[in-house]
């Protein structure tokens, strides 16, 4: 069973800079793909980043590509996302998952975390 706790949302004037973190429980992290999405009120769920298992690779939306770092440490079965020059359109709440695909590009996730709200002021 794989759980996913996500943290380090909050409120941020735009220009500023959040890092979120999502815990993995379970077995065998560093073997999953794992991503971030985002969710803004009254839209549908969005792609955000994704990492590879062995944290080599890394996939990003246009929208956040050069502002957006995916990472992730093997040993603390945590994932990363640090969010620089942030805008009021990055307002969202972030959700973490994990993928059964091998590959960054993959848009097949299965678990999912509960979410963390990043709110941007202007």
């Known amino acids: 069973q794989v759980q996913l706790v996500e943290s380090g949302g909050g409120l941020v004037q735009a220009g500023g800079s959040l890092r979120l973190s999502c815990a993995f429980s379970?077995?065998?992290?560093?073997?999953?793909?794992m991503g971030w999405f985002r969710q803004a009120p009254g839209k549908e769920r969005d792609f955000v980043a994704a990492?590879?298992?062995?944290?080599?690779?890394?996939y990003y939306a246009d929208s956040v590509k050069g502002r957006f770092t995916i990472s992730r440490d093997n040993a603390k079965n945590t994932v990363y996302l640090q969010m620089n020059s942030l805008k009021p359109e990055d307002t969202a709440v972030y959700y973490c998952?994990?993928?059964?695909?091998?590959?960054?590009?993959?848009?097949?996730?299965?678990?999912w975390g509960q979410g963390t709200q990043v709110t941007v002021s202007s």
């Open positions: 998952a994990k993928s059964p695909s091998s590959t960054v590009t993959s848009r097949v996730y299965d678990s």
């Open positions: 379970g077995r065998t992290f560093s073997r999953y793909v």
């Open positions: 990492i590879s298992g062995g944290g080599g690779s890394t």
